[in-house]
């Protein structure tokens, strides 16, 4: 007949979830305030928010965490009379190749050997300053003010 429309209206004007990920996304948001823990759309939208800012803060960790960790190491290193980029200068110059984070654990919980690693480093820095050459142990070059 004429009458009816080949093509049948759905039941639902939107897409349903399928239940798996309809239960996946309930309990993501488990502890959410107000209807964002219970109404599917509202949850839906911020369970998407909530994994935006996991993504976003899980970088950001890593970047606060050095930030920490070069605040410590300059905290240690001024007790000693030498700033953070004098330190690491020197460090460098001396061949030393401690890390960031190994050097703030030092500054904080070992303080006597810290101060032999900024003793070194400010040996380091004197000899890269008085222009005397010092043969490198990797590569056989040398430093100093004739090469």
């Given at each position: 007949?004429?009458?009816?429309?080949?093509?049948?209206?759905?039941?639902?004007?939107?897409?349903?979830?399928?239940?798996?990920?309809?239960?996946?996304?309930?309990?993501?948001?488990?502890?959410?305030?107000?209807?964002?823990?219970?109404?599917?759309?509202l949850a839906l939208r911020r369970v998407?928010?909530?994994?935006?800012?996991?993504?976003?803060?899980?970088?950001?960790?890593?970047?606060?965490?050095?930030?920490?960790?070069?605040?410590?190491?300059?905290?240690?290193?001024?007790?000693?009379?030498?700033?953070?980029?004098?330190?690491?200068?020197?460090?460098?110059?001396?061949?030393?190749?401690?890390?960031?984070?190994?050097?703030?654990?030092?500054?904080?919980?070992?303080?006597?050997?810290?101060?032999?690693?900024?003793?070194?480093?400010?040996?380091?820095?004197?000899?890269?300053?008085?222009?005397?050459?010092?043969?490198?142990?990797?590569?056989?070059?040398?430093?100093?003010?004739?090469?």
């Amino acid at each position: 007949p004429a009458h009816r429309c080949p093509v049948r209206a759905p039941l639902h004007s939107t897409p349903r979830a399928p239940m798996g990920r309809r239960e996946t996304i309930f309990r993501l948001a488990k502890g959410f305030r107000g209807r964002s823990k219970n109404c599917w759309s509202l949850a839906l939208r911020r369970v998407q928010k909530g994994l935006q800012y996991a993504y976003a803060h899980r970088r950001l960790k890593k970047r606060e965490a050095r930030a920490v960790q070069i605040q410590q190491i300059n905290a240690g290193a001024r007790e000693y009379g030498i700033s953070y980029s004098r330190l690491i200068r020197g460090l460098y110059l001396a061949d030393i190749g401690l890390n960031r984070k190994m050097l703030s654990v030092l500054a904080r919980q070992e303080p006597y050997s810290f101060r032999a690693i900024v003793e070194e480093a400010k040996k380091g820095l004197r000899v890269s300053v008085l222009g005397v050459e010092q043969v490198d142990a990797g590569s056989g070059a040398q430093r100093g003010a004739d090469s």
